[in-house]
């Protein structure tokens, strides 16, 4: 069995990996169009951040690693077309005949709407979510003073906090009106939003949309009531599927994410969709959601390679966890927000609190809990604090994915250590007490 895969991030990788334990006599050939595999999409931050020596460091897997497995991998190299009929793919530099074909080529970050006056739109794209953008970047984000930042979801909060740490002007646009708006409702970010006003050299712009990009000595950015001066842009607005001519060939949906069954088989015969590329089930909405999430895009391309020979694995999809710190505090979320609780069929309620980390760390952590109303079952989980708490939210996603209630959560099981822990864990206290009243 010939097995191809076209793109060797998250999605990509797992799929290789997996395919080879599952069918050790499988020929397995991975395509990417970068000169390295397993890039990390925040690679430059964490570079920048001193933690990798390299930029070329910031990846989970190397070339060498997967060739060790009996995995081919082909750099540089670009999916041009692709004929299902024929069961072939032309990249720029050969073509190839598949049994089976993953498309795990994943989104791009460069903004459909927002362009550079008087420059080629194709040749200016001011992300950083792969090895080559970042590359080519990288000397005039050190060299900048002012950076201005056009969306303010996890990527671009994390872009500001970064650049301040290295004492750099930061311009943060938003179009909502507060920031990561998809993971956290307004109110319970309060206290995160009180702090970041006091960070000088910061500056928030929400509620506002781009409306021009222009560069001569800086760029400048043309707000729809102001224009800002800066050395660099970027822009982290949300991804979307890399637009292609051959994905055509497949049935889409509106947005350009390609169409996939419950195994995440595409409309042509052998070829799976995966990663960024699709929409996927969400447990507590009647619809799927598009997750561009590195969580996401490795659990589909393992399951996608556990249905190479024969459908026997549907695909779950996902809860959208995110986890981040940016500006020394820890957010994490997992499920559905109060904000968006129109996509749930029925009646949700909430509930807020606020525990202090342990009995010897005495810092907060602040809590929101969704749940559904008649039943009591968890539906989504907010956790805001200046020490890390952000694995205390895998266990709030393994309860929705299980429709626990909260009752039941009242009883769940965690160790105590008083250097560690509160009496009562987050999950245990929802179900307790009044909302205003700190715990222990």
């Known amino acids: 069995m010939k097995i191809y895969i076209i ?3 998250f999605a990509g990788v797992s799929c290789g990996v997996h395919a080879r334990e599952l069918y050790p006599d499988a020929e397995i050939t991975i395509i990417e169009k970068n000169p390295i595999v397993g890039f990390l999409p925040g690679g430059l931050l964490l570079y920048l951040q001193n933690k990798f020596e390299n930029l070329n460091d910031a990846v989970f897997t190397t070339k060498k690693q997967l060739e060790e497995q009996r995995i081919n991998v082909k750099l540089s190299e670009t999916l041009f077309d692709c004929d299902p009929e024929k069961h072939e793919i032309t990249t720029s530099k050969n073509t190839y005949h598949y049994d089976k074909l993953v498309l795990a080529n994943g ?3 460069k903004s459909l709407n927002i362009g550079l006056e008087d420059e080629d739109d194709d040749e200016w794209d001011p992300s950083f979510k792969n090895y080559d953008l970042s590359n080519k970047i990288l000397a005039q984000i050190k060299n900048a003073s002012t950076i201005a930042i056009i969306g303010a979801g996890q990527a671009g909060m994390e872009a500001a906090s970064t650049f301040v740490d290295l004492n750099k002007t930061v311009h943060l646009i938003e179009a909502m009106d507060y920031p990561l708006f998809k993971y956290f409702d307004p109110d319970f970010l309060k206290p995160f939003l009180t702090a970041l006003k006091k960070i000088p050299n910061v500056h928030f712009h929400f509620n506002t949309t781009v409306t021009e990009v222009t560069k001569n000595e800086q760029y400048e950015i043309l707000l729809d009531e102001q224009k800002i001066a800066s050395d660099h842009v970027l822009t982290t607005v949300n991804v979307h599927p890399q ?9 889409l949906h509106s947005d350009n994410t390609i169409q996939i069954n419950d195994y995440l088989e595409t409309s042509a015969q052998d070829v799976f969709a995966v990663g960024d590329l699709i929409h996927s089930p969400v447990r507590i909405r009647e619809e799927g959601a598009y997750l561009p999430q590195i969580n996401h895009a490795v659990r589909s391309g393992v399951v996608a390679a556990e249905n190479l020979r024969q459908t ?15 500006f020394d505090w820890y957010l994490t979320s997992t499920g559905l927000i109060e904000e968006e609780a129109f996509v749930y069929s029925g009646e949700v309620a909430t509930k807020s609190f606020t525990q202090n980390a342990s009995l010897v760390d005495k810092t907060p952590i602040y809590c929101k809990a969704v749940f559904e109303k008649a039943s009591k079952k968890l539906l989504g989980m907010q956790l805001l ?4 708490c952000l694995e205390k939210i895998n266990t ?11 009752a039941e959560l009242m009883q769940n099981d965690y160790f105590f250590q008083p250097e560690f822990t509160n009496v009562m864990e987050p999950l245990n206290r929802i179900n307790m007490g009044s909302e205003t009243r700190h715990a222990f």
């Open 7 to 9: 793109g060797a991030s």
């Open 107 to 109: 989104s791009e970050q």
């Open 243 to 251: 637009l292609a001519k051959f994905t055509k060939k497949f049935k």
């Open 312 to 326: 026997q694995m549907k695909f779950k999809g996902g809860l959208r966890t995110i986890g981040t710190k940016v």
């Open 385 to 388: 604090s200046q020490t890390n």
């Open 396 to 406: 709030a996603a393994l309860a929705i994915e299980n429709g626990v209630t909260l």
